[in-house]
């Protein structure tokens, strides 16, 4: 299997110094996206926080990430970026590429743009038994009740997706 890059232009939020625009390698295996800390700096990105990440050599590395606008393909999201090393190579992470609707076809080494991006509420309904209402849990024990089973999801709200 083959590499795939894009090229991408990063956005600070209300940071008037200008982008940065580069080919990132698309990494499906990568949820957020990476680009130089430098190049991050020099159009006013600031990091807001810090996340433990697990690189492709199995090394656990702890590193900065910033909110940016993100543009590719002739859309636009928005999302975390990671301040990587200097000499880094961007990487586009499969977050924003999912929240575009595009998907990676690794056999040609290509981008596709899905015909719509799946926005679907949930048929399945998941019964909930044995759960005692806040009201009656002022003893704070594990008590079940059968008798206090519903249903939830009534088919008009965005209803529960059981993890698979």
């Known amino acids: 299997m083959g590499v795939t890059h894009v090229t991408v232009t990063l956005k600070g939020f209300g940071s008037p110094s200008g982008t940065y625009a580069a080919d990132f390698l698309v990494d499906t295996g990568a949820t957020d996206s990476l680009a130089p800390a430098a190049e991050l700096r020099n159009i006013g990105v600031q990091p807001v926080g810090t996340m433990v990440y697990e690189l492709a050599d199995g090394t656990i590395h702890e590193y900065p990430f910033g909110l940016v606008q993100i543009e590719f393909m002739g859309e636009i999201t928005a999302g975390r970026v990671i301040f990587g090393p ?79």
């Open 86 to 164: 200097d000499n880094a190579e961007p990487l586009l992470g499969v977050t924003a590429l999912e929240s575009v609707g595009i998907t990676v076809d690794p056999a040609n080494r290509t981008l596709k743009r899905l015909p719509a991006i799946p926005l679907k509420q949930c048929k399945a309904r998941v019964r909930v038994t044995g759960v005692v209402p806040l009201e009656d849990q002022s003893e704070r024990s594990a008590v079940t009740r059968p008798d206090h089973s519903e249903e939830i999801g009534t088919g008009n709200d965005l209803d529960f997706y059981p993890h698979r």
